[in-house]
């Protein structure tokens, strides 16, 4: 019996089982997955958290719901992988052999990371939204908060899902004005970018809409330090930036184990090859997800292209044929813009995200980066999908593994 | 193809500034560009920088980030920023789409996306552009 072992039983991990199971002969190939924690979390809705406009409970369910029979799970904490021989050691000492291992570990903040942040005031002024606990703090904080200096503030990139700070910032001007206090508010968002987002044409519709919302941006800023007790934080180039209330992202850092193992670069991600995500290193491991190092965006949709092609790759890899270079960075994402409106962004390596249409072209029905009613409509109805759909393996119709230059608008 | 002349060489660059063509590129022409920047000797800190981002340009297909400097190339945040007052490097891994052109050291003040916006500026927008 050849062992096929998944080490994170995240969004990347679990669909990669879901696709397994059906694709191996379950007489040669046991498949086991390993994750230190019982609970998946539909990460997207943490965003949603802080305004009320979903309850914590509802982005939580049992990893177990989503796993197939016929996958091995394993709740273990991972001691160390030893890819030179083919092993995973877990916590209590149980050592696992593996035939090709695949690594979906994920990314998590690093607050530590970042110099005085959780030295004062650490859910208290100062919060996250990348966790469940920060994001259900912050809920917490805003109900009764009074107003004054609101900072959104990115650490350093690169981050999960890029959009979500400014997604924040726009969701926060829209739940000020609400409550009716949005005069009492100052809002600010403080990045180490040179603007709103990493691509230009997106950077230039995005900008103008922070200006549009009275949201300010501090540009190029790369962070020092925090100061908890005098509420400011502090740029290499000497700016300074005082807050009353800071919601931050903090530096985003791969799994820990992957730094004990040896097999990370300065932020735990792992080497992999861009288009095939075979491990650089060693030639069965392959990683997916936000584990790798690759320069594609950190997102759920990622995830779900890679697992689809990668899956056609590993068997391509158990024949003996070579690998595909199939995969070519698509991304796609929902930007909450406020007031029931959203913009979809669909990209990749080589293509920045454009206007046009999607999933069809010309057709739609959804417009591509325009800030639309529908596509805050399909964001919300992304939950369901992902419950349903997305993390047991079923393709969603419509939506292409490789990205479609399809009614797009490229220059 | 534009040219421009640094202290008597002239490159090969592309609209942006940035060289294009990597035989063109010497310590001369480092030097000569540095000097248009407002920095008046490369000293040896400097050159350590500039070879750790070549070495890894070479090796990763992407420039270093900030952090990556610091970690694996040795050289605190700090310094860096002492070293190219007023603009450190760019995070190429923050450009998902990381770019082929090295954008290395941009100036704050000026700093944006777009090739739009750069053209619309007219006159010298020349960042350093130790290798192409």
């Known amino acids: 019996m050849k062992q096929l072992l998944i080490l994170g039983a995240g969004t990347g991990g679990t669909m990669m089982a879901n696709h397994l199971v059906r694709k191996l002969d379950q007489r040669n190939w046991q498949i086991s997955i390993v994750d230190e924690f019982a609970t998946h979390y539909y990460q997207p809705g943490f965003l949603f958290i802080p305004f009320g406009i979903y309850q914590p409970d509802q982005v939580m369910r049992p990893k177990t719901d989503f796993l197939p029979k016929g996958v091995n799970f394993i709740q273990q904490p991972i001691e160390e992988i030893k890819a030179s021989s083919n092993q995973v050691v877990l916590r209590d000492g149980t050592i696992l052999n593996y035939d090709i291992l695949i690594i979906a570990t994920g990314v998590k903040i690093a607050p530590e990371m970042v110099a005085g942040l959780t030295d004062s005031g650490w859910h208290e002024q100062v919060f996250d939204f990348y966790t469940w606990e920060g994001a259900t703090a912050l809920a917490k904080k805003l109900q009764d908060w009074q107003g004054g200096k609101l900072v959104v503030h990115l650490a350093e990139l690169p981050i999960k899902c890029p959009v979500a700070p400014l997604e924040f910032a726009f969701l926060a001007d829209w739940y000020f004005h609400k409550r009716r206090m949005r005069d009492q508010v100052e809002l600010t968002l403080v990045t180490p970018l040179s603007g709103a987002f990493t691509k230009p044409r997106s950077t230039a519709v995005l900008n103008h809409l922070l200006a549009d919302k009275n949201i300010h941006i501090v540009t190029d800023f790369y962070t020092e330090r925090v100061d908890g007790t005098a509420r400011k934080i502090y740029s290499y180039a000497g700016q300074e930036v005082g807050y009353d209330l800071l919601v931050t992202i903090p530096t985003n850092a791969g799994d820990p184990v992957i730094a004990r193992s040896g097999l990370g670069d300065e932020l735990n991600y792992v080497p992999t090859d861009k288009y095939t995500l075979q491990s650089k290193n060693f030639e069965n491991v392959f990683v997916l997800g936000d584990a790798t190092d690759l320069p594609a965006s950190k997102a759920g949709s990622v995830a779900h292209f890679q697992a689809e092609l990668l899956t056609e790759n590993l068997l391509n890899f158990i024949n003996g044929k070579p690998l595909e270079p199939t995969f070519d960075g698509h991304a796609n994402c929902f930007i909450e813009s406020g007031f029931g409106k959203a913009f979809l962004i669909d990209f990749n390596y080589e293509v920045e995200p454009v206007e046009g249409r999607f999933p069809l072209p010309i057709i739609g029905p959804m417009a591509l980066l325009k800030e639309t009613r529908l596509n805050h409509w399909g964001k919300l109805a992304f939950k369901f999908i992902y419950w349903n759909l997305l993390l047991r393996g079923i393709p969603i119709p419509m939506i292409t593994a490789r990205m479609s230059k399809l009614g797009k608008k490229i220059k | ?132």
């Open chain 2, 1 to 132: 193809m534009p040219t421009k002349t640094f202290a008597g060489l002239t490159v090969e660059v592309n609209d942006e500034g940035y060289l294009t063509d990597r035989a063109q590129w010497t310590k001369e022409l480092a030097q000569a560009i540095a000097l248009e920047e407002g920095i008046a000797e490369l000293t040896p800190a400097h050159w350590k920088v500039i070879e750790f981002l070549q070495q890894d340009y070479a090796e990763r297909g992407a420039l270093p980030s900030i952090r990556r400097l610091n970690a694996v190339g040795g050289v605190p945040t700090k310094d860096l920023y002492n070293l190219f007052p007023g603009g450190p490097l760019k995070k190429p891994r923050a450009l998902p789409a990381c770019p082929n052109r090295p954008v290395v050291f941009e100036p704050q003040e000026e700093a944006s996306y777009g090739r739009k916006q750069r053209k619309n500026q007219k006159g010298f927008n020349y960042r350093f552009a130790w290798f192409a």
